[in-house]
């Protein structure tokens, strides 16, 4: 058990441009969706988990998980999903909340713990993935 619980909020709240405004959260990986693999991923880390999505689309209900819309209005990308989903926690009475992005969907299963490693050694209140790059030998940060 983690000393500290974090909700998670799957950040699904694009206008999917470059895919031809296909939801790319229902996208296709190994016979599950993007959607699918995020939240079962995240229901194993974390006490509570909601989406933030701005989509009609029935198929999110599927999850019977809460569906946050933005916010605030306009399709303003995923800073408007952070604040809608600490602003959610919030109303929880959480402090601290996860984001993960739907078309992130092979996260580490152990993200959260880390992350929250991560806040208590730095020290810090906000933090974010990074992984490893071969070609450059450094880290590349995931904000």
Request: net charge positive; hydrophobic share 40%.
């Amino acid at each position: 058990m983690l000393e500290m619980e974090v909700p998670a909020v799957i950040l699904s709240g694009g206008q999917s441009r470059r895919m031809d405004r296909n939801d790319k959260a229902f996208l296709s990986i190994s016979n599950q969706t993007l959607l699918e693999i995020v939240v079962d991923r995240l229901q194993r880390q974390a006490p509570r988990v909601a989406i933030n999505t701005n989509s009609n689309n029935p198929k999110y209900a599927q999850h019977d998980l809460p569906i946050l819309r933005d916010q605030i209005e306009g399709f303003l990308g995923p800073l408007a999903g952070i604040l809608t989903a600490m602003k959610w926690a919030d109303d929880l009475g959480y402090k601290t909340v996860a984001t993960v992005a739907v078309d992130t969907p092979l996260f580490p299963k152990n993200l959260l713990k880390e992350l929250i490693r991560k806040m208590k050694v730095s020290h810090s209140d906000i933090v974010f993935a990074a992984s490893a790059s071969d070609n450059k030998k450094k880290k590349v940060l995931h904000p």
